[in-house]
C-alpha cells in the first residue's frame, strides 16, 4: 500500500497562496548553504517553495 501522508504540493488546498515567512527563510538559509540566489518571497507560492527547499535539502546534503 502507498504512503499518502505525503500530499504533493501542487494538490495543497493552499498550495497557490504565496509562501510563508518560515518558508522564505528556510529558503534563504538553504540557498545561502547551496550557493544560490534565494528568490523573493513574492515569486513563490506554497507549493514552489515546497518543491524549492526539497531541491535545496538534496543538493546541501539534508534529503531524504
Known sequence: MADNTEK???EWV????P????QA????????RAHEPAPAK?????????????KLRKK???GK
Open 14 to 17: 493552499s498550495g497557490h497562496d
Open 60 to 62: 546541501v546534503g539534508l
Open 8 to 10: 504533493n504540493p501542487n
Open 25 to 32: 527563510s528556510y529558503l534563504k538559509t538553504l540557498a545561502e
Open 19 to 22: 509562501m510563508t515567512g518560515a
Open 42 to 54: 513574492k515569486e513563490l507560492t506554497k507549493a514552489e517553495a515546497s518543491e524549492l527547499i526539497e
